[in-house]
């Protein structure tokens, strides 16, 4: 199991850095200029500001909807009995 985990972190951190990489490159991003355009810095921001306040209010949402806590009881009860 650990492997598959380790695999699954090294696919989504290359698949993510890609992601990054063509979104600055989009913005007009280039690494040897000396004057970085406003797109780019703008870019930048939200990809450290703006697109992790979204995933956490999407991890903030699922937790809202996650019911294993209140189905555990029932989920003990129908394992004692069999």
């Known amino acids: 199991m650990g ?9 989504g951190s290359s698949i993510g850095a890609g992601v990054l990489g063509v979104l ?11 004057l970085i355009p406003d797109s ?7 990809l450290f500001i703006i697109v992790p306040a979204v995933l956490w ?7 809202l909807l996650y019911k294993l806590d209140k189905l555990m009881p029932q989920i003990m009860r129908n394992e004692e009995k069999q």
Do not use: E
């Open 3 to 11: 492997c598959v985990t380790g695999f699954a972190t090294k696919i």
């Open 24 to 34: 600055l490159s989009a913005s007009g991003y280039v690494g040897d200029m000396s």
């Open 57 to 63: 209010v999407v991890v903030a949402a699922s937790l």
């Open 40 to 46: 780019a810095v703008m870019m930048i921001r939200s």
